[in-house]
């Protein structure tokens, strides 16, 4: 069956510092979405990217989808203590189901 | 506007037992999903309705069903408890099927002991 890895599981950084997370699905996808979830909370929704090759950004953030619509990347600049959370990346494959990667776990450390 | 509300927020099961959980989705949203969270993973699909209809399936027994009703509120139930039932069960709800932003719930915290 259709599977999202994300990597890397675990980032600690210092405050200031980039981190960047990376969601590779094993079929192609019809399109992608990324969600937050601080610790104890519940996912929140950050973007949704279509279009082969498509690039968001959101302030800090910059969201990626590849051209062969199996990859995706999120791009946080310069990080603050608020961007502590899990974040995922969740495809379909256009069944509206969809899939959620293993999450990136980030740190930040002030 | 209240955001997806999901009810009880903690519950305490035994094991052979059966729970009801429930979501009701943010106002005028008709789609409906239902996902399992355990501790340190990423949220696993069970079902998705729309329309009152059940849409999409995710790969659990037959003890998960879920219906949805016609205020658009849903239902998740489990039959004949087991231990690795134990999860988050999160709630999504959405304008529409299809490519369009889901709002989870807090979830419902199950622990079957």
């Known amino acids: 069956g259709q599977q999202v890895m994300q990597i890397p599981q675990y980032q600690h950084v210092q405050e200031g510092e980039d981190f960047t997370t990376y969601c590779n699905s094993s079929?192609?996808?019809?399109?992608i979405q990324w969600y937050k979830q601080r610790p104890g909370g519940h996912p929140v929704f950050l973007i949704q990217?279509?279009?082969?090759?498509e690039v968001k950004k959101q302030k800090r953030l910059t969201f990626q989808f590849g051209e062969a619509k199996k990859n995706s990347s999120l791009h946080i600049t310069a990080t603050q203590t608020t961007d502590v959370g899990t974040y995922f990346c969740a495809g379909t494959s256009g069944t509206y189901k969809y899939i959620f990667g293993t999450g990136t776990r980030l740190k930040v450390l002030a | 506007d209240a955001g997806v509300t999901q009810s009880p927020t903690h519950l305490i099961k035994t094991r052979g037992q059966h729970v009801t959980l429930r979501c009701s989705p943010i106002?005028?949203?008709?789609?409906v999903s239902w996902y399992q969270q355990v501790l340190g993973q990423g949220p696993q699909f069970i079902f998705q309705y729309y329309e009152k209809e059940e849409r999409g399936r995710g790969n659990f027994p037959d003890r998960f069903s879920a219906r949805q009703f016609p205020n658009y509120s849903s239902e998740l139930n489990v039959n004949a408890l087991l231990l690795g039932d134990s999860a988050l069960y999160l709630c999504?709800?959405?304008?529409?099927?299809?490519?369009?932003?889901?709002?989870f719930g807090q979830g419902t915290r199950l622990t079957v002991v």
């Open positions: 999504a709800s959405s304008l529409r099927m299809g490519v369009t932003e889901a709002f």
């Open positions: 106002s005028g949203h008709k789609s």
């Open positions: 079929t192609t996808l019809s399109n």
């Open positions: 990217l279509v279009k082969s090759g």
